[in-house]
């Protein structure tokens, strides 16, 4: 059971903008980077946003990420009909002595 | 060019062993995690454990501890994912990704994870 929690799915027209949510707590969001991932159908994830709000080269700056807090938001501008496939955050929990990663419950993004 | 690349598909018997691959190339394999993902059919991603091979430094999630054994060669930049006894609830897509290590005042961990393996999809039926 994760314990990062991310709306199930979103939808938009083409063109349109999306928000992704991911709420969590002092021990994950709160005090670690949060990282974002793309998995289109049939695919590996392939990593989209890091240390809260940083592009890996070659990802387009429709995407964005922030944070506030104990939670983290994915936004994507201009959507496209490339962009469906189910999006994931994640970050580290130092809830533990050893700490361990974790990832959000998942958000399938749909274009109308 | 970063590459890892995963053992192939397996199917197995309940109770039986399993050890699977990922081949790290194109970047210094003792200087990043490698990790586990666990994604079952039409689930979404579970963190599993993430090794350094540098040190053999190894961090399991609390689902996952006493269930998996993470291990690392580093003479050969291959990490393992091994199970001793296999269950049908096994059955899944095992991705492994590599990481960079941020450390803070007391301790280094991964932070996230930039490079995957295409995945190795493990099936136990009996």
């Known amino acids: 059971q994760s314990v990062l929690t991310q709306p199930p799915s979103v939808s938009a027209a083409p063109g349109q903008k999306v928000t992704i949510s991911c709420s969590g707590s002092s021990s994950n969001i709160g005090n670690n980077y949060v990282s974002w991932y793309q998995q289109l159908p049939g695919t590996a994830p392939k990593l989209l946003i890091y240390d809260n709000n940083k592009r890996p080269s070659g990802i387009p700056d429709r995407f964005s990420g922030s944070k506030s807090g104990t939670s983290a938001t994915l936004g994507i501008t201009g959507l496209q009909t490339g962009d469906e496939a189910d999006y994931y955050c994640g970050t580290w929990d130092s809830s533990l002595s050893a700490g361990h990663g974790v990832f959000g419950t998942g958000t399938k993004v749909t274009v109308l | 060019e970063v590459q890892l690349v995963q053992s192939g598909a397996e199917v197995k018997k309940p109770g039986e062993s399993l050890k699977i691959s990922c081949k790290g190339s194109g970047y210094s394999f003792t200087s990043y995690w490698i990790g586990w993902v666990r994604q079952m059919p039409g689930k979404g991603l579970e963190w599993m454990g993430i090794i350094y091979p540098g040190d053999s430094d190894t961090r399991y999630s609390p689902s996952f501890q006493g269930q998996v054994t993470i291990s690392a060669d580093k003479s050969i930049s291959t990490a393992y994912l091994q199970w001793s006894s296999l269950k049908a609830s096994d059955t899944a897509m095992y991705y492994c990704?590599?990481?960079?290590?941020?450390?803070?005042?007391?301790?280094?961990?991964?932070?996230?994870?930039?490079?995957w393996g295409q995945g190795t999809l493990v099936t136990v039926s009996s």
């Open positions: 990704a590599s990481s960079p290590s941020d450390c803070s005042s007391t301790s280094c961990y991964s932070s996230y994870f930039d490079y």
